[in-house]
């Protein structure tokens, strides 16, 4: 018959490879997800500044119709009078 110490010996040191299978394995994924995070982050930020800048230039588009749309009325006025 086999040694007891000897079968448990051999069962913890299987059940410590499988470990360090698994966490090496967690590991990878681990930094695969930490990869994804960071892209989406930035995806984030990019979408983020864009949004502004095109808030800033629809501001700005505003401004100029409203802009136009007086010098329409005072030319309207001018010409309803001649």
């Given at each position: ?23 090496i394995k967690l ?56």
């Amino acid at each position: 018959m086999a040694d007891p110490a000897l079968i448990a010996e051999g069962a913890i040191n299987t059940s410590a490879d499988i470990a360090t299978e698994l966490a090496i394995k967690l590991g990878s994924i681990g930094k695969w997800l930490q990869a994804i995070g960071i892209i989406v982050v930035l995806w984030m930020v990019i979408q983020i500044i864009n949004w502004i800048l095109s808030r800033k230039k629809i501001k700005r588009l505003d401004h100029i119709e409203e802009r136009m749309e007086k010098i329409e009325k005072k030319l309207d006025k001018v010409l309803k009078k001649h």
